[in-house]
């Protein structure tokens, strides 16, 4: 059978009332114009493919990082690469699409 580990996950409307937490880090891992184009208010832009060691070691300080893209499938693979890193992270189901139409907070 092909090992599959799931991706950790919290619903956009749960992570939209922890946010706002110091302890919590809230990352964008879409592109910088995507970012620009609109984001949940209080997302920090770390595109993908720049989650390296150093960017690693910056969230390590928070209790929890909660990971955002348009749809899901980034903040997955963010989130796995995250957690294989030792950080309790977890991937916002739905992604900015989702936050959007839940009328949640955006800028």
Not at 14 to 34: C, H, L, M
Not at 69 to 82: N, P
């Amino acid at each position: 059978m092909w090992p599959f580990t799931s991706v950790p996950t919290i619903a956009a409307a749960d992570a939209a009332t922890k946010v706002k937490d110091t302890t919590i880090g809230f990352i964008d891992v879409r592109s910088p114009a995507e970012y620009k184009g609109g984001h949940a208010t209080g997302a920090v832009n770390l595109p993908l493919g720049e989650i390296n060691p150093a960017q690693i070691e910056k969230l390590q300080r928070f209790a929890e990082v909660y990971v955002i893209c348009q749809s899901g499938g980034r903040s997955a693979t963010a989130t796995s690469t995250l957690v294989a890193a030792g950080i309790k992270a977890f991937s916002i189901t739905g992604g900015t699409s989702t936050w959007r139409t839940l009328g949640l907070p955006m800028a």
